[in-house]
């Protein structure tokens, strides 16, 4: 089921996973493409391609185009109608913690009568369908351009399945008009949080002044063009072609030719394949995360083919999201677990084992695992030790563990890691055997694993022990995660995430490691790298200078937000120049997701940074006009007052914040220290006090809540 998202501090990672319909510029209509063919080729400057409609590959791509039609893909989004619709809007009801939804027709559109922006039951009209299986949602539109989508959604699984019913997404929760997650709030927002991937070369759109949503998009669906990129050019070239009777040239901006002319043969003594040639690119991976990552979007300029760092920046193994030992928690879409798995680290891409344009595995059950594992050796009980034909029996079962989203939508986790409930019973993380055997404990299962295999193999992902100890705020952490970074047999997106953990552990061995990363070849890693020097003084920030010409814009922009508290002048005219741009690239970011608080606040404070308090503050208030119970931008904005050396100002700010978020473990830290300030001890450690019951995980609050009591003399 979904679960209440994490507030991220640099970019907010949330996002719903990603069809035949009209041609069409934006949700609420617009123009339809002309049906005349692309101009000829002519001399003078290149025209940048277009988009053509997947109609369009219809012409030479029959049997690709009809597997397309067959996926999901297809009916991600599509206008609601009476072959779209799957849910019951015959006039039932469905109770809700105290609401009672109906779902009707009228004039033959349809409609749902539910709590609206106010609390009040209205009517709101549905003109999209959201999915189609396991479950469908439904769109609806608000004011100002704003389309949001309903909590409540309609279980598409046969009936012998519990399926044929309206369901909440939040079943066990009372989620009403003032929760981030009802669905009039920023949380169920079709226009950030879900449209980029729903459906094809997808504009934003967002008027920060008047504070609207002009979304538009080229195609309704998940079609051709959302991987292969636009495609008039490669349409006029084919249609050239066939008039010259020669093959067709590309003309599409990405090429897949990754698996082009590799194989994978089986070694007949370890029953495990290799690739005949190595894979050196990540376009197809790239184009795939695009969607099927936990990501935050900063662009929506992003073309097949182009780095997927230039316009996302890509969630990594974090607390909430993943579990220590890197298995998926929150809904976090595929890519990051695949990054950290032996399959990715050996050249394995999403093709080797989905149809693309289908989206079915090439083969099924564990007939797809048998294309590069031995079937002889592990299709059989001596290795998975069950009947064959079972459940346990599949190989899906025991390396990639199910997770249950949206309360019906179980998928796969895709580390495929070897099953360690050894660590069930050390560090609490889930494991497979315990998702089928749930009638017996894990030490039961660490044992039998241990009777069939007296020497377990650990499995890729080594970082678990670390992570965990991090996780819990040991600062014997420190070491272990330094080993991590160290070892680069692990996972690039392991050893970022080591790193992302030592920034909240500063020391020598956090520096040490950074700095090697920042020479390391992913861009993952090197951002991270980054992130560590933002934790010291800003003189020492310097070395990070070489970056701000990093080829990743990701990492460009870390640069620029880390070097932010520096003069002009401790750049020469070089370095200079580069920090410009990439703080124009850091500030075009955030600007892109003016419609988020968070964004706008991070946008607040590095303007705060940079000098310009006025721009800074105007930030901090539209933030809090978008959310005004968003608790960073009150922090921020009370932090900025003290800044400027007016401390009662401050504390106003924050009682006013707490007047709004009164559960705010962060707002009452700053109060605290606010007071601590004026000399008000009393008054402040109370405020110190309270940050700690409301948030007793976060060691920083702690540690200055004890210093506070002992320098305060209690």
Not at 8 to 32: C, N, Q
Not at 519 to 531: E, I, N
Not at 586 to 596: G, I, K, Q, S
């Amino acid at each position: 089921m979904p679960r209440r998202p994490l507030v991220a501090t640099i970019f907010a990672l949330a996002l719903l996973l990603g069809l035949v319909g009209a041609w069409r510029f934006g949700l609420l209509g617009g123009a339809s493409p002309s049906d005349d063919a692309p101009p000829a080729a002519t001399a003078g400057p290149v025209v940048p391609p277009t988009h053509v409609g997947s109609a369009a590959c219809r012409e030479c791509h029959v049997d690709e185009y009809q597997r397309w039609q067959a996926s999901q893909h297809a009916v991600a989004i599509q206008v609601a109608d009476d072959q779209t619709v799957l849910g019951d809007f015959s006039g039932v009801k469905f109770r809700h913690r105290g609401v009672t939804s109906e779902f009707f027709r009228r004039d033959g559109r349809f409609v749902v009568r539910t709590d609206g922006p106010d609390g009040k039951l209205a009517d709101f009209e549905v003109r999209h369908t959201f999915g189609v299986y396991p479950l469908q949602q439904y769109l609806i539109e608000l004011d100002g351009g704003r389309v949001q989508a309903l909590g409540i959604a309609w279980d598409t699984r046969p009936k012998d399945q519990g399926g044929q019913r309206w369901f909440h997404l939040y079943p066990n929760e009372r989620i009403d008009h003032t929760d981030e997650l009802h669905w009039t709030r920023r949380q169920q927002n079709w226009n950030y949080m879900c449209s980029d991937c729903h459906s094809t070369a997808v504009r934003k759109n967002f008027d920060a002044t008047a504070s609207t949503y002009a979304t538009q998009w080229q195609e309704i669906t998940v079609g051709c063009e959302a991987c292969h990129g636009p495609g008039s050019r490669h349409v006029e070239l084919a249609r050239q072609a066939a008039s010259a009777g020669s093959e067709a040239p590309g003309g599409l901006t990405v090429t897949f030719d990754e698996r082009r002319g590799a194989a994978w043969v089986i070694d007949p003594a370890t029953g495990n394949a290799s690739r005949t040639i190595p894979r050196t690119t990540s376009k197809e991976l790239d184009v795939c995360a695009q969607c099927h990552a936990r990501r935050g979007q900063f662009s929506d300029d992003y073309r097949p083919g182009e780095p997927f760092a230039d316009h996302y920046l890509p969630s990594l193994l974090v607390a909430g999201l993943y579990y220590p030992d890197g298995q998926q928690r929150d809904e976090v879409f595929n890519w990051g677990s695949f990054l950290s798995s032996r399959m990715h680290e050996k050249g394995v891409t999403c093709g080797d084992c989905h149809d693309p344009h289908g989206g079915k595995l090439h083969a099924p059950g564990n007939a797809v695992c048998a294309q590069c594992h031995s079937a002889a050796k592990y299709d059989t009980p001596a290795h998975h030790f069950h009947e064959p034909g079972t459940p346990g029996a599949a190989c899906a079962s025991c390396h990639m563990k199910t997770e249950t989203y949206m309360v019906v939508d179980a998928r796969h986790d895709h580390s495929f890691r070897i099953p360690r409930p050894d660590r069930t019973v050390t560090l609490g993380t889930p494991n497979a055997c315990n998702q089928c055997h749930t009638d017996r404990e894990a030490q039961w299962a660490a044992t039998e694993i241990r009777k069939r295999y007296p020497e377990p193999k650990p499995g890729f992902q080594g970082f678990a022990e670390a992570f965990a100890a991090a996780d819990r705020g040991d600062p014997s952490a420190n070491i272990a995660l330094t080993q991590v970074v160290a070892n680069l047999g692990e996972s690039a997106i392991a050893r970022a995430s080591a790193i992302e953990r030592l920034a909240r552990l500063p020391g020598e061995n956090a520096l040490l490691a950074a700095e090697a990363a920042l020479k390391d070849p992913s861009p993952l890693v090197r951002r991270a790298g980054v992130g560590v020097y933002e934790q010291l003084p800003p003189p020492q920030r310097a070395a990070v200078m070489s970056l701000l010409d990093d080829p990743s814009r990701i990492v460009r922009m870390q640069a620029a937000q880390t070097l932010a508290p520096l003069a002009d002048d401790a750049f020469d005219a070089d370095r200079l120049a580069a920090f410009q741009r990439a703080a124009a690239e850091y500030v075009a970011a955030e600007r892109f997701n003016a419609d988020r608080p968070e964004h706008r606040t991070n946008l607040g404070g590095f303007l705060a940074e940079r000098g310009d308090v006025f721009a800074a503050e105007a930030e901090f208030r539209a933030a809090l006009r978008l959310d005004p119970g968003f608790a960073p931008a009150w922090a921020n904005l009370a932090d900025l007052m003290r800044v400027l050396g007016r401390e009662t100002e401050a504390e106003s700010l924050l009682r006013e914040g707490l007047a709004v978020a009164p559960q705010s473990a962060a707002l009452h830290h700053a109060l605290g220290l606010s007071l601590v300030r004026q000399q008000r001890k009393d008054e402040a450690l109370r405020e110190l006090r309270r940050a700690t019951e409301i948030d007793p995980s976060n060691q920083r609050f702690k540690y200055v809540y004890d210093v506070a009591r002992a320098e305060l003399g209690n």
